[in-house]
């Protein structure tokens, strides 16, 4: 059934205007490292040389977005894509021929009836040394599942050496025990979404990773009490999102630049932490619960960047007295949009801020609706190094309005505000009328608002 | 050094030059600044030539005049600092506007010359070119010898196991995996009837032996059938350390194939890694081990490595000749059962297997005892 190989060309010429082939295998490799994977490996049925060389990429992004977009819109179709998207992953797997590899990134609708796959492509990234390893096993590609049913990441098999336990019939690894934890030394950056990390396998992140800079964890079940202490320790970034069992996080002598936290309200203790410029934080509804500026009181005076998450702006944020943060350049608020509530209570944080440059307000419509009413007006304050206010999210509310002009009347270094009407909220399924709809009337009743009041040094955006 | 010598050389230039050097022989003079953006040109600066016309750097060999111009070019824009990066990258964009062919050239004459950014921004372009495009499109674009046969070509698309051998294991897994859902309906009526735990391990014993057979068969070619055999229990033993650890994470599918019943058992008889040929603790652990294997059927399945999506590509003259492999597999195999009677009667066992065979249209059934043509 063998057909003869056809040549356009005597085998020992290249054809003149074949150019391509002049260049090196690595530069090939360069060029494939800059398509999709799936662009990618149909360049294996090109010619002979081209067969093997798209197996040598450095980066593997196991994207499925469009697949997740049509589960996203039809649950029914998990059933059947989780296979596919699953065989795509260990053909790859077993084809890749270079000795190392970047970046992995599994991105799938999986759980834990995927374990042994999920299992051999974690031991093959950690085998090849992989520096960025990312796993986004959300449900639908967008929400967080019952950590239950999560998959947990497979701590035991990768550092106690039980031999070749987990050898699969067709897996061409030879795993063990050194390779694994060599492969661990070289990840540099860690992104695990729903997928359970027990408090040994942290542990084991945090003293076998040598160079550990990047820490993410979002929707884990299994850890209680997280802690984070160290000089040694190389890690620089770490993020905990919705990790609902855990009670405590202590972040102590560690030279950590930049820390987010979101969920429930959790006891934070916060010590000697000399490099921490960068705070992301939203305990509780409120995202200020267990009275979080207490908790962050060691740091408070170095913060460069604070980000809060304030869910349900509540009445009582304006008996809240904020404290002075002297060397903030950047704050940005994340606040649940509900009814026409008031914005203006925020301004008292600003001006707790004196060297503020930057102003960031997300506006998270939960349940916006305009109402008509008298604009309020918050106490003067002159703003005096604030540059640039971005109001995202953008309704066109009285609330949204007169927070605006609260900027546009007093913040006297003021250079641009950006009004950004568009829905914060990204689902996976299409954007419906109704919802364009909403984007069109905020943006109409920005410039409504806001053009006529504008100071002329000031340059209005809205986009 | 430069500088002193461009005050003797060109005494009314304020701006220092180099000589370059291309593959057919003509000397370029370039100003230094332009011409230390590449890297290689900086390290033969840095080592002394090219300061004057007859010290000239000699540039490699993939640089001919008009890739040296268009680098050149390049590095002119690029060296002056002042640039924002919304100019920087807008001239990029126009600066790969060029063919194919001048593309190419241009990405090994900027590799040769150490220049990153460049070799980066035409390796984007080159890639840009590519995506999107099916391999017929790309060959003819970039001229590509088309030197690969049809078999090499289909690989990809179908299941890209090297060994042919493993494919038609595939095969039969994905057989197996159907007859075992039967046979979990069966358990279930049966089991209103005859609440009796013979019949399952009857079954599974029977899966048991012609998956190893399988295996023993594929990895030992099936010569004598004291080398099956051997093979065979080594093949066993093997299977029952991955089985164990399986067992441990087995886990219900999503087609929820496994019996509870099953999962309950592997978590209370966790410990054995035995060989077969002992007494009858053997039974026990054969019990958990036919158990395992009708688990680790199922996993496979979820690793998708047996998946039957992966044969749905084929055309249908390979499927067909598959399937007449399959016959003839398990045809032989068929053979081998007078060895493995033996075998488990030997061991005191009392209950016959359920050996299987192929009928005529290729699917899976079991020998009553009607019908089996040896003792």
Redesign the interface.
Known sequence: ?????????PKELF?A????????DD?LV???????LK?A????????R??HLWTNVAGLDFDANDTLDNIAADPKLR?SE???Y??WV??VV??HRGPTLDAVRICFDLD??????I??WVKFAIAKRVQRLELDLLENGETLRQPTRNYTFPYKPLSQS?????????SNLALTQPSMSTGLKCLKALSLKCVNVSEEALDCFLSTCLVLQYLSIHGSGGLKNVKVTGFELPLKYLEIVFCLGIDTIEISNVNLVSFSYLGPGIDLIISNVPMLDEISIGEGYSGLENNVFRQLSCCLYQLEVLTLDIYRPEENIKIFAFPVLPNLKQLILKVGAWDDDSLLEFTSLIKACPNLNRFVLQLIWMSPSKRRRKMRRAPECAHEHLTLVEIVGYYGRTSDAELAMYFLENAVALQKIVIDPHNQILERSPLGIAQIKNEESARRRARKQLEPKKPPAVQLVIL | MTEADSEIIKPEMLKAYVWLQTSDGSIQQVEQEVAMYCPFICQEIHSGMGSSKNYPISLPSRVNPSMLSLILDYCRFHQVPGRSNKERKSFDEKFVRMDTKRLCELTSAADSLQLKPLVDLTSRALARVIEGKTPEEIREIFHLPDDLTEEEKLEPIKNTMDDPRIRLLNRLYARKRKELKERERLKVITSLFLPCDNVEIEEERGDERSVDDLLSFINGGGEDSKGTRTSKNKKKSRKRKDLKAASTNCTSTSNNTSSSSNDVDLNKKETNELHSESGNPSLHNKLLNDVCNATKLLDIEDDGLAAEDEFDGIDPALKEKLDREVEDFARRLNSDWPEIMQEILSRGQERRPLPLTVNGNGSLRRYTSSDQRHK
């Not at chain 1, 205007?17 to 090196?24: H, K, Q, V």
């Not at chain 1, 490996?41 to 002979?48: G, K, N, Q």
């Not at chain 1, 834990?112 to 796959?117: D, L, P, T, V």
């Open positions: 059934m063998r057909k003869r190989a056809r040549l356009t060309e054809n205007d074949d150019c391509i082939s002049a260049l090196p530069l360069t060029i494939l490292s800059c398509l999709t662009e490996a149909v360049t294996s049925i090109l010619s002979r081209w067969r059933s989780r296979p596919k699953i065989n260990n053909r077993r084809q834990k009836s995927s374990r042994s796959a299992d051999n039980k031999g070749s336990s987990l050898k699969n019939v067709y």
